[in-house]
C-alpha cells in the first residue's frame, strides 16, 4: 500500500503562486512516477504534469506548460507542484497520483494510487 498526502492549496488571486506538495508513505519502488491531476466543478478530472521518479523527466498539459513546475524530493519522498501565474481557470481540486511500475503518463489509468486532494481557488 502506497498512501499519499496532498497540502499546500489555498485561495489565491490570480497573477498569484501556490506550492502543492505531495508525501508518499508505506511501500516504496525503485522505479515509478508521480503525477499530478486536477477537476474542476462540473469537468472530468484531467492531467496536469508527471514526474519519473528516478531519472527525474517531467511532463506537462499544455495548459499550464512554462507556469507549472514538477519536483520532487527523493530523500522525502514527496512530489511538488510549483504553480506560477495561476488564472482562474486554475481553480479545481488537486490530486497526486502513483504510478508504480510506469515513467510518467498522462493517463489516469496508469495511476495505482491517489491522494485525497486538495483545493485550489484563483480568484480574478
Known amino acids: 500500500q502506497v498512501q499519499l498526502v496532498e497540502s499546500g492549496g489555498g485561495l489565491v488571486q490570480a497573477g498569484g503562486s501556490l506550492r502543492l506538495s505531495c508525501a508518499a508513505s508505506?511501500?516504496?519502488?525503485?522505479?515509478?512516477?508521480m503525477g499530478w491531476f486536477r477537476q474542476a466543478p462540473g469537468k472530468e478530472r484531467e492531467f496536469v504534469a508527471a514526474?519519473?521518479?528516478?531519472?527525474?523527466?517531467?511532463y506537462y498539459a499544455d495548459s499550464v506548460k512554462g507556469r507549472f513546475t514538477i519536483s520532487r524530493e527523493v530523500a522525502k519522498n514527496t512530489v511538488y507542484l510549483q504553480m506560477n501565474s495561476l488564472k482562474p481557470e486554475d481553480t479545481a481540486v488537486y490530486y497526486c497520483?502513483?504510478?508504480?511500475w510506469g515513467l510518467g503518463s498522462a493517463y489516469e489509468q496508469a495511476y495505482d494510487y491517489w491522494g485525497q486532494g486538495t483545493q485550489v481557488t484563483v480568484s480574478s
Open positions: 514526474i519519473s521518479w528516478s531519472v527525474g523527466n517531467t
Open positions: 508505506g511501500r516504496t519502488f525503485s522505479s515509478y512516477a
Open positions: 497520483a502513483a504510478d508504480l
